[in-house]
C-alpha cells in the first residue's frame, strides 16, 4: 500500500495558470510551464522576480508564509499537490536544498538519517544502508565515512552542502529543488556540486534556481526566465543563451538591464 | 568603466579590424584585375606581400575573439556577433589567398599577348569586390537584406564565370596553342568565382547573427 502511494508521484511538474499573492502583492502573474522529468531546469531573473517563491510552490513551502494565496494547477506527475494531500509525503518526494547549507547541530549520520527515522525506519542495518548509499550518491563516502559521527557543522561550507544533498536524497526524492546552492561556495566546491547534478539528473528531476548564467548554461537543460512575478521566456537552455525570442530575456543574460 | 562598456568597446574595435582586414582584400582583387589587365607582373607579385598582413589580421581577429569569449563570456546576440566574426575571418582570409593566387598567375603569363578579350574576367573581378564588400557590410551594419542582395549577386557571378569557361572552351576547340593559356584564364575565373561563393558565407554568417539560424544556401 505505501509503495503504491510512493509511486503516485511523477517525476514532471506540470503548472498551470499560477498566482500567488503575498497579502495584497502579486508576486506570481499567471504561470504555466511543463518541467520534463530527470532533466535540470534552471530559474533565473534578478531578485524579486518571482523564481524562488515559484520554487517553492513545487513542495508547498509557501504554506508557511502568512498572508500567501495561491492559486492555479500545480501537479507532479498526475498528483494535484494543492489537492488533498500528504504535505509531508510530498515533501519526502519533492526535497529541497536551500541557498545557505543548514546542516542539523548533530553528527553527518543522524542529519542522513534524521529524515528516513522520522519515516519510522529505525533499524540499524536499514539506516547504516541509508547513510552509506546517500553519502554515495552525493559523492561524499569516501572523504566523510570516518567522520560518520563527528559534528555536521565542522564540515567545510561546500562539505555542508552536499551533505544537505545528501540528507534530502536519503529521502529518495523524485524531485529535488535547489534554491541558488552554490552562491555561497569556492569554485572548488561549486564544480563538485554541479558534477553532482550532472549524475543526480540520471535519476532526480533538478529544478535550480541560479543567479549564475554560466552555472545555468553549464547545467541546466531547459531555462526559465523571470521578471516581475511574470515567466518570460521558457525553453531549451541553449536556444535561450544563444537567439533569445523576447528581447526583455536578452537584455538580462547579456546585463543590459536597467 | 562598466563591464557592459568595456564588452562593448571590446566589440567595437574587433569590428574595425574586421572592416580593416575586408579593405585589404577588396584592395588586392582590385590589384590582380588591374595587374591582369596591363600585364604587370609587379603588381602581381605585391599582392603575396598584402597577404602576409592578411594573414596577420586572421591571427589578431581569431585573438580578440578569443579573449572575448574567455573573459566576458558572451550570450544571446553578443554571443552570436563574436562567433559570427570568428568564422567569417576564415573566408575574409580566404579572399585575399584568391587574390594571391591570381597575382601568382599573372605572374606566369606576364609575356603572353591574351588569346580573348579579358571583359567577362574583369566584370567578375569588380563583381567579387562589390560582394566582398557588402558581405562584410552586411555583418557590420546589421543588414540582413544586404546579405540577402550578396547572396543574390552570386548568381550573376556564376553565369559570368560560365560565359569566361564556354568561351575558352571555344578557343581550346579552335587552336590547341590557345591550351596553355586557356587553362590559366580558367584558374583566374575560377579564383574568382570562388571569392564569390565565400563572400556568400560571410552573406550566411550575418544572417545567422541577426536570426540565429544557420542555412547553408
Redesign the interface.
Known amino acids: 500500500m505505501k509503495k503504491k502511494v510512493e509511486n503516485a508521484y511523477g517525476q514532471n511538474v506540470s503548472v498551470k495558470n499560477a498566482n500567488l499573492w503575498y497579502g495584497d502583492f502579486q508576486a506570481l502573474k499567471n504561470i504555466s510551464v511543463e518541467i520534463p522529468e530527470k532533466q535540470v531546469t534552471a530559474f533565473i531573473g534578478p531578485s524579486g522576480c518571482g523564481k524562488s517563491t515559484f520554487l517553492k510552490c513545487f513542495n508547498r513551502m509557501n504554506d508557511l508564509v502568512s498572508g500567501c494565496k495561491i492559486e492555479g494547477d500545480f501537479r507532479i506527475g498526475e498528483i494535484d499537490i494543492y489537492g488533498k494531500i500528504d504535505v509531508n509525503e510530498l515533501r519526502k518526494n519533492v526535497g529541497m536544498v536551500f541557498q545557505k547549507p543548514n546542516p542539523f547541530p548533530m553528527s553527518v549520520y543522524d542529519n542522513i538519517a534524521y529524515g528516513p527515522r522520522t519515516f519510522g525506519i529505525t533499524k540499524r542495518s536499514k539506516l547504516d544502508e541509508i547513510v552509506e548509499t546517500s553519502l554515495r550518491q552525493a559523492a561524499m563516502w569516501d572523504e566523510l565515512k570516518d567522520r560518520l559521527h563527528k559534528s555536521a557543522l565542522g564540515l567545510s561550507g561546500g562539505q555542508q552542502q552536499r551533505l544537505c544533498i545528501a540528507r534530502s536524497l536519503a529521502a529518495k526524492p523524485k524531485i529535488l529543488l535547489m534554491d541558488e546552492p552554490t552562491s555561497a561556495l569556492d569554485p572548488i566546491s561549486t564544480g563538485k556540486i554541479e558534477e553532482l547534478m550532472e549524475e543526480l539528473k540520471k535519476e532526480i528531476t533538478i529544478v535550480i534556481v541560479t543567479h549564475n548564467?554560466?552555472q545555468a548554461?553549464r547545467i541546466a537543460d531547459k531555462t526559465a526566465f523571470f521578471l516581475l512575478g511574470e515567466l518570460i521566456e521558457y525553453g531549451d537552455t541553449d536556444?535561450i543563451?544563444?537567439?533569445?525570442k523576447d528581447e526583455r530575456?536578452?537584455r538580462y543574460?547579456?546585463?543590459?538591464f536597467g | 568603466m562598466s563591464?557592459?562598456k568595456i564588452?562593448e568597446e571590446e566589440l567595437g574595435a574587433l569590428k574595425t579590424e574586421l572592416v580593416e582586414m575586408c579593405h585589404l582584400t577588396e584592395q588586392m582583387i582590385e590589384n590582380a584585375i588591374t595587374a591582369l589587365v596591363n600585364r604587370d607582373r609587379e603588381l602581381g607579385k605585391s599582392i603575396g606581400q598584402m597577404d602576409k598582413r592578411v594573414d596577420e589580421y586572421e591571427m589578431d581577429i581569431e585573438k580578440r575573439c578569443m579573449r572575448i569569449l574567455l573573459k566576458q563570456?558572451?550570450?544571446?546576440?553578443?554571443?552570436?556577433e563574436v562567433s559570427t566574426a570568428l568564422k567569417m575571418i576564415t573566408d575574409i582570409e580566404r579572399f585575399g589567398d584568391q587574390a594571391s593566387d591570381i597575382g601568382d598567375l599573372v605572374c606566369t603569363m606576364s609575356g603572353e599577348k591574351y588569346i580573348k578579350k579579358l571583359t567577362h574576367i574583369t566584370a567578375m573581378g569588380n563583381l567579387a569586390v562589390k560582394m566582398v564588400r557588402e558581405s562584410v557590410n552586411s555583418f557590420i551594419n546589421n543588414n540582413k537584406s544586404l546579405a540577402d542582395e550578396v547572396i543574390q549577386l552570386d548568381d550573376e557571378m556564376d553565369e559570368l564565370f560560365l560565359t569566361v569557361k564556354n568561351e575558352l572552351i571555344e578557343l581550346i576547340k579552335k587552336d590547341g596553342k590557345n591550351g596553355d593559356q586557356a587553362i590559366e584564364l580558367m584558374m583566374v575565373a575560377k579564383y574568382l568565382e570562388r571569392i564569390g561563393d565565400h563572400a556568400v558565407n560571410v552573406a550566411e554568417w550575418t544572417k545567422y547573427n541577426e536570426?540565429?539560424?544557420h542555412v547553408k544556401v
Open positions: 548564467m554560466q548554461t536556444d543563451f544563444t537567439s533569445p530575456t536578452e543574460i547579456t546585463g543590459r | 563591464i557592459r564588452f563570456q558572451p550570450v544571446a546576440k553578443d554571443f552570436r536570426t540565429g539560424v
